[in-house]
């Protein structure tokens, strides 16, 4: 099975340019899991005969959302970060509640769960770092261990935070900043030390793969870039993945696909 994140920034733009159809038939993924959405389905023009949708998308419009299309047909599908563990952590700052923000939306397979997670960014002033460190980190890992409790659990998609240096092509200077705080990379810490794997690091090491680059000053084509978007899994799937992939040569937003492929 052939399992695609990508975090679209705007599918009704990736669409309009035909990039997304072209994504589709080229890499004939089984699901396809996206972020940043800005739509909801029924402004989408997307129209995948062999796929089943699910949207969450935000109250607010044109603004973050996730989605599911998949061929496989779901048991269920959930919206959101559970109320019970959302009240727990305080899940809201001046900037709203993340659960009204589309950002997580988890697939219930025969074998797994599947969550496509859009991370709140703690933007430049790091005025979101608050929520990232004291309430979502912990919240959403809350969440991905109580499905775990009932069956593995695959999650996907834009962490908003380089993992380690060789997750960023210029970690020194950015070193507290947005996206490289100690704070957040601890939240990613956290995910593996509770025995969630990073799937890309079962197969390839070292630096220069990225996912994610700047508009600015020619990045993308110069690979200065980050690696934010992942694929973790559950440390009972670990030896059913057999490729983990950065597809930098999709275009359409400025984030690239990744995939897995699950035995």
């Known amino acids: 099975m052939k399992i695609y994140s990508w975090n679209v920034n705007g599918i009704r733009a990736v669409w309009g340019k035909e990039l997304f159809q072209k994504f589709i038939a080229d890499e004939q993924p089984d699901i396809v899991c996206l972020q940043e959405t800005k739509a909801e389905q029924g402004q989408s023009?997307?129209?995948l005969a062999e796929y089943e949708e699910y949207w969450n998308s935000a109250t607010k419009k044109g603004y973050s959302g996730t989605a599911i299309f998949t061929?496989?047909?779901?048991?269920?599908?959930?919206n959101d970060i559970p109320g019970s563990i959302a009240d727990k952590y305080e899940l809201e700052d001046k900037y709203g509640h993340p659960n009204e923000e589309g950002r997580v939306l988890a697939a219930e397979f025969e074998d797994f769960y599947l969550v496509t997670v859009y991370t709140p960014?703690?933007?430049?002033d790091l005025s979101r770092l608050k929520l990232r460190h004291q309430a979502w980190d912990k919240a959403f890992l809350e969440y991905m261990k109580q499905l775990e409790a009932t069956k593995p659990v695959i999650f996907c998609g834009?962490?908003?935070v380089a993992h380690t240096?060789?997750?960023?092509a210029n970690p020194k200077p950015n070193v507290g900043k947005h996206g490289f705080t100690n704070e957040?990379?601890?939240?990613?810490?956290?995910?593996?030390?509770?025995?969630f794997i990073d799937t890309f690091r079962l197969f390839t090491?070292?630096?220069?793969?990225?996912?994610?680059?700047?508009?600015?000053?020619?990045?993308r084509a110069r690979n200065v870039?980050?690696?934010i978007d992942y694929f973790m899994v559950s440390s009972s799937l670990k030896d059913r993945v057999s490729k983990a992939s950065i597809h930098d040569q999709v275009f359409g937003s400025d984030h690239c696909p990744i995939s897995v492929e699950i035995a």
């Not at 061929?71 to 959930?78: N, Q």
């Not at 090491?205 to 990045?219: F, I, L, M």
């Open 158 to 160: 834009d962490f908003n």
């Open 205 to 219: 090491q070292g630096n220069g793969h990225y996912t994610w680059w700047t508009h600015w000053a020619n990045a």
């Open 225 to 227: 870039g980050w690696r």
């Open 71 to 78: 061929k496989v047909k779901p048991i269920s599908v959930i």
């Open 45 to 47: 023009p997307v129209e």
């Open 121 to 124: 960014n703690s933007k430049g």
């Open 184 to 195: 957040e990379r601890e939240g990613f810490e956290n995910m593996i030390d509770q025995g």
């Open 165 to 168: 240096e060789d997750d960023l």
